[in-house]
C-alpha cells in the first residue's frame, strides 16, 4: 500500500509540473502578446520608399528640365520680347506665323546633311564596335581613341574646326603635303560648308554611339559565339545572325538618337560659321529670333514645334521598328 500511494503522489506531481508549463492553464505566467501590427503602415512605407529615393533627383528633374518647357509653352502664347515685364496674350497667332511662312522651316533642308551625317556615323561605330570587342592588339587603346571626342566640350570643337577648315589652315597643310593644293574655301560655299560641319558631327559623336554598341556587344552570351564556331561561322556570320539580333534595341536607340541630334544640331554650326552660308539650322534660327530680333513669343513657339516634330519622328519610328526583347540563349 506505502508503494502504490508513493507511485501515485509521483505521478500527480509530475502531472501538475507538465501542468504548469503549458500556457494558458492556470498557475502558469503567461506572456502577453504585443500590439499587432498595422499592414497599412507597412504597405504604405514599402510603397513610399522608392520615391524618397527619387525625390531628390525628381525635384531637379522637374525644376530645370519640366518648368522651363511649361513656361516656355507658355510664353508661345505672348508677344513677349524678352525684356519687357509686361507681355500680352495673342493666341495661336505665332503658331500661324510659323506655319504661313516657308522660309522658317526651309533651314530643315540643312537637317538633312547631318541626317545622312548620322548614317555613316552610326555605320562606322558599329564597325568599329565590333572589331573591338573581339581579340584585338591594342584595343584600349582604340576604344580611348574612339571615345575621346566626345569629350570635349562642344565650344571647344567648334574653335578647333575653325581652325581647321580656315583658308592656309590645317586641312590645307596637311593636303599640300601631299602634293595638293587647293584654294577652296572650305566654309564658303553652302555645301561645302554644310558638309564640312557634317563630318564634324560624325568625328564627335560616333564615340557615344560605339560606346553603346561595345556594351551591348559584350552582353551577349561568349557561349554563343562558341556554338558558332564549332558550326564553321566566320566573322560575317556571327555578326549577321548573333550581333545585329542581340543589339538590335540599341541600334533603334542610336537611330532616334541621330535623328533628333540631326534636327536640333546648335553648337559646332553656331561657333563655326554662325548660320551663314546657308548653314543656319531650325535651333540657329530659333536663338536669332529670340535674341537678335527680340520675338521671344515666335522663338518659343518655334521650340515648341521643333520639340513636337522630334516627338513625332520618336514615335513612328518606334511603331516601325518596335522595341522587342531579343533573347539569343
Not at 157 to 186: C, E, H
Not at 295 to 300: D, Q
Request: proline content about 5%.
Amino acid at each position: 500500500m506505502t508503494d502504490t500511494a508513493s507511485k501515485a503522489a509521483s505521478k500527480a506531481a509530475s502531472k501538475a509540473s507538465v501542468g504548469t508549463d503549458r500556457p494558458g492553464r492556470a498557475g502558469a505566467p503567461v506572456a502577453l502578446p504585443g500590439p499587432a501590427p498595422r499592414p497599412w503602415r507597412a504597405r504604405l512605407l514599402r510603397g513610399a520608399t522608392p520615391w524618397l529615393f527619387m525625390a531628390a533627383a525628381l525635384a531637379l528633374l522637374v525644376t530645370f528640365t519640366y518648368a522651363p518647357v511649361a513656361n516656355m509653352i507658355a510664353y508661345s502664347f505672348t508677344d513677349w520680347d524678352g525684356v519687357s515685364p509686361e507681355l500680352a496674350y495673342t493666341g495661336v497667332e505665332n503658331y500661324g506665323d510659323i506655319f504661313t511662312r516657308p522660309e522658317l522651316f526651309q533651314v530643315f533642308f540643312v537637317s538633312l546633311y547631318y541626317l545622312a551625317a548620322s548614317v555613316v556615323q552610326i555605320a562606322a561605330a558599329l564597325y568599329f564596335a565590333t572589331i573591338l570587342s573581339f581579340n584585338t592588339r591594342f584595343r584600349n587603346f582604340f576604344k580611348g581613341v574612339l571615345f575621346f571626342p566626345y569629350l570635349i566640350n562642344g565650344v571647344a570643337i567648334g574653335f578647333v574646326f575653325l581652325y581647321f577648315f580656315q583658308d592656309g589652315g590645317t586641312l590645307d597643310s596637311v593636303l599640300a603635303l601631299f602634293g595638293v593644293d587647293t584654294d577652296r574655301a572650305w566654309l564658303g560655299t553652302s555645301t561645302s560648308a554644310n558638309t564640312s560641319l557634317a563630318g564634324v558631327s560624325v568625328w564627335r559623336f560616333m564615340g557615344l554611339n560605339f560606346v553603346l554598341f561595345l556594351g551591348a556587344i559584350q552582353s551577349i552570351p561568349s557561349e554563343l559565339y562558341e556554338a558558332s564556331e564549332l558550326d564553321g561561322a566566320n566573322r560575317w556570320q556571327q555578326f549577321r545572325h548573333i550581333i545585329a539580333p542581340g543589339i538590335r534595341p540599341i541600334i533603334t536607340l542610336s537611330a532616334i538618337l541621330a535623328i533628333s541630334g540631326s534636327l536640333s544640331a546648335f553648337e559646332v554650326p553656331y561657333i563655326m560659321t554662325g548660320g551663314a552660308t546657308g548653314t543656319e539650322t531650325f535651333v540657329i534660327q530659333t536663338v536669332k529670333l529670340a535674341f537678335q530680333f527680340n520675338k521671344t513669343g515666335l522663338a518659343s513657339a518655334a521650340a515648341v514645334v521643333l520639340l513636337l516634330i522630334i516627338l513625332a519622328v520618336t514615335w513612328v519610328q518606334r511603331r516601325l521598328v518596335p522595341d522587342d526583347k531579343v533573347d539569343l540563349v
